[in-house]
């Protein structure tokens, strides 16, 4: 059984999560427990040890598995979108009264800033900054098209 726990900000969602993770784990059953939130916090709120926490390396920043599995690197920029994944949670999860925990991390995107060439502060006719949004293969898309950003 997989349960995937959603919602907006702030609402419960980690604490829920971590209490079915310690309810089902208590009835003796294998729980996977995966934080995918940036702001990962699920270990805390599953009594894990700070020190083992600090020590957990999410997986967006486990650069040679993800290359070794998906085939993607500097020089290809085709790769597998279903790669193997299933014995990530044994090997990378770090278990703890009996949740197996395993952290996502965060993928910086080509969306999450000012595209270099806009770096050093060019503006757009009305004075603010622009930021291009860069189309798969990091074309620069019709100008048209780009945002104003304040
Ligand atoms: N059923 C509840 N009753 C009262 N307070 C609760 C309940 N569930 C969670 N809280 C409290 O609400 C706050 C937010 O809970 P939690 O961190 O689990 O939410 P979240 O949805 O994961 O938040 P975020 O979107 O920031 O990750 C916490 O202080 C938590 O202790
Ligand atoms: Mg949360």
Do not use: W
Not at 70 to 77: H, I
Not at 98 to 127: A, I
Request: glycine share 12%; hydrophobic share 35%; net charge positive.
């Amino acid at each position: 059984m997989k349960i995937a726990v959603t919602g907006k900000g702030g609402v419960g969602k980690t604490t829920v999560s971590a209490v079915l993770a310690r309810l089902y784990a208590e009835e003796g059953k294998k729980v996977f427990a995966v934080d995918v939130d940036p702001d990962a916090n699920l270990g805390l709120a599953l009594g894990f040890p700070e020190k083992v926490l600090e020590r957990m390396v999410p997986i967006s920043k486990m650069r040679r598995l993800v290359e070794e599995r998906t085939g993607a690197d500097k020089s290809n920029t085709y790769y597998k979108v279903n790669p193997k994944v299933d014995d990530i949670p044994e090997t990378y999860g770090k278990e703890y009264n009996g949740v197996r925990l395993l952290l996502l991390g965060t993928v910086e995107t080509g969306f999450s800033g000012l595209h270099p060439l806009q770096r050093g502060g060019d503006r757009s006719r009305s004075g603010r900054r622009v930021a291009l949004r860069i189309q798969q293969g990091g074309h620069r898309r019709n100008p048209a098209d780009q945002k104003d950003v304040r």
